[in-house]
């Protein structure tokens, strides 16, 4: 398949042993994904309320927000050059072992060297969440096929929105109920569980294990040392990827800008939620986020099933439609409509955003073996660069504007940009369909 004609014509799948294998063993996996995605939601909310009690400064909990973003933009930029030495399934595993030693560390870990422990925490869950994602993302051909990697996004998004909804509707009770500790450790074994699940099954993808790569540089087997080889750079390997296919960099971009801008809702809702109910202004939040999942939900049962009758994926444009839907719906989540219009609205930002994720991952996954984990490496770099300094400039705009104004520069960025995106694909494919000239 050529890389950027992913929403073309496909032939429907043939459902051989190995293919049904193949799935069986992907529904397994994702199944452990969404249970360590359960406990990523729960500590979103636990580890924050017990950075705040541990520092008793606000500040520190954007600190640790920042630590945690900086740790996964200086993964995204390894990932590929990782994945290029090491197999998908090693480092898959390894990320979850060292997420769930880092959570018992903070557990274990005595008053004095708390802070230290959380700081560890940061790092270690920032960094190894980007490189576990971008390993799933860029094995799913191997462990699927091609003709199946849209429906293979689709289930893994569905399993993390369900992990969202159960993770942050359970926060509050498991906190209250039995505090911070076991909430801990929760994710501890969450990340244990879907270590196993990685252990058990056969992954492709990733590096060969070629042994000569394990050998010091310099030396080869049979022969004397050589001079060694200047070490590979990893982000011009990825911005190569980027060219591989017309309109991909611009794409990869949207996706930046798409962060920064869902930055301003993440900051934003908190602050417009306390301003419609005072005593409660956590019940807007659950909701609005609880109803955004379930639309996600419903928008990868549609994507699976347009997939089976078509055999299409969505493709670019649903990428760029998408970022428009989306980004147009969380304005209106702010412009202070009836809570029923407003239920209606986060469903449909819900909706639009698992579009916009299953149409980007897919397209991403067009490109051939060796380019695709750079690419997926440098777009997890460029959302946790645009959603971390969205963070910083939201928080300054909001101490002055309106959710609403904050919310509509961001998205109303995101807008303008996905409009470009639109029209470059269009005029690509306008001259890829004309007619050549004699």
Known sequence: ???????????????????????????????????????????????????????????????????????????????????????????????????????????????????????????????????????????????????????????????????????????????????????????????AVCAATVALLPIPGGGKGDPERERPEGRREGGPAQAPRPARRRVPVALTALAAAPGLGLMVALRGVDALG?????AALPVYSSELDTSRPAVFV????????????????????????????????????????????FVLAFAGFPLVATAVIALAAGAADGLTEVSYTSHLQTLPGGLRAHAFGLSATVENLGFGVGMVLVAAALDRFTPLAVVGWSHGAALLVAAVFLVRVTGLRRAASSPPTP
């Open 1 to 191: 398949m050529t890389p950027g004609t992913d929403d073309s014509p496909q032939p429907a799948p043939g459902r051989t042993a190995d293919s049904a294998r193949g799935e069986r063993r992907y529904r397994f996996l994702v199944t452990g994904y969404a249970i360590s995605s359960y406990g990523t939601f729960l500590n979103t909310v636990a580890l924050n309320l017990f950075v705040y009690e541990t520092t008793g400064r606000a500040l520190a909990m954007g600190l640790f927000m920042a630590v945690r973003l900086a740790s996964g933009f200086a993964a995204g930029l390894a990932a590929g050059g990782l994945l290029a030495r090491f197999t998908a399934k090693s480092i898959m595993l390894r990320t979850n072992i060292a997420q769930a030693a880092v959570m018992l560390l903070l557990v274990l870990a005595p008053d004095g060297l708390r802070t230290a422990a959380l700081v560890a925490v940061s790092v270690v869950v920032g960094s190894c969440g980007t490189l576990f994602m971008v390993s799933l993302r860029s094995s799913i051909p191997e462990m699927v096929g091609e003709e199946r990697r849209s429906w293979a996004n689709s289930l893994s998004i569905t399993g993390r929105s369900l992990a969202m909804v159960a993770g942050f509707a359970s926060a509050g009770v498991v906190v209250s109920l039995v505090g911070y500790t076991a909430a801990f450790v929760v994710d501890m074994a969450t990340f």
């Open 262 to 266: 869902s930055s301003s809702h993440n």
């Open 286 to 329: 659950s909701a609005f986020w609880c109803l955004w999942a379930l639309g996600n939900i419903v928008a990868q049962q549609l994507i699976q099933r347009y997939g089976r009758r078509t055999g299409r994926s969505v493709g670019a444009l649903g990428f760029g439609y998408g970022t428009c839907l989306m980004s147009g719906a």
